[in-house]
């Protein structure tokens, strides 16, 4: 069965630093290029962030770039966003998607004071 | 940049109805575009890739058309179950999706 399991999310204060992780297993996680994709409450999706399958190739949006780091380790089956200077407009849902077929449950973020 | 513009944003419809929704491209991105499903509390669900192929698994009512700028996709006969948001995302550029569409039950 595939899974994908997000851990990491929270409630920080404006400025403060997270570290989202995102657990595959049930596919050849190595084979897939992977997405953070996000929800602000009551809103449509955003795409965040893109990072190829071998780390080739890593991708932004502009709302997140030079504050967010999207990261994996093939060898633990695992993709990570770390995300600094964290603003209000960053909360949101955070999900891991593998392309566009997989995706996880999702993790909450809250930035506030 | 490419802008989506989906439409419409809300729809309500009856059990069995024909539901069709829109997604224009600002520019040709081809086939490259997804539709997924929403429901409340869970993640989207691929339903259509490459403009007009159906996801393994998805119901045969499900489906998708067009290239290039102007993209559909249809419900045959609506179900309950289909009561969701639906989103298209293109994939020919950064990824992008569409501000949605609220199908609701008339």
């Known amino acids: 069965e595939v899974q994908l399991v997000e851990s990491g999310g929270g409630l920080v204060k404006p400025g403060g630093s997270l570290r989202l992780s995102c657990a595959a297993s049930?596919?050849?996680?190595?084979?897939?290029?992977m997405n953070w994709v996000r929800q602000a409450p009551g809103k449509g999706l955003e795409w965040v962030s893109s990072?190829?399958?071998?780390?080739?190739?890593?991708y932004y949006a502009d709302s997140v770039k030079g504050r967010f780091t999207i990261s994996r380790d093939n060898a633990k089956n695992s993709l990570y966003l770390q995300m600094n200077s964290l603003r209000a407009e960053d909360t949101a849902v955070y999900y891991c998607?593998?392309?566009?077929?997989?995706w996880g449950q999702g993790t909450l973020v809250t930035v506030s004071s | 940049d490419i802008q989506m513009t989906q439409s419409p944003s809300s729809l309500s419809a009856s059990v069995g109805d024909r539901v069709t929704i829109t997604c224009q491209a600002s520019?040709?991105?081809?086939?490259?575009l997804n539709w997924y499903q929403q429901k409340p509390g869970k993640a989207p669900k691929l339903l259509i890739y490459?403009?007009?192929n159906l996801e393994t698994g998805v119901p045969s009512r499900f489906s998708g058309s067009g290239s290039g700028t102007d993209f559909t996709f249809t419900i045959s006969s609506l179900q309950p179950e289909d009561i969701a948001t639906y989103y298209c995302q293109q994939y020919d550029n950064l990824p992008l999706f569409g501000q949605g569409t609220k199908l609701e039950i008339k």
């Open positions: 049930g596919f050849t996680f190595s084979s897939y290029s």
């Open positions: 520019q040709d991105i081809s086939n490259y």
């Open positions: 998607a593998a392309e566009a077929t997989y």
């Open positions: 990072i190829s399958s071998s780390s080739s190739y890593i």
């Open positions: 490459d403009a007009s």
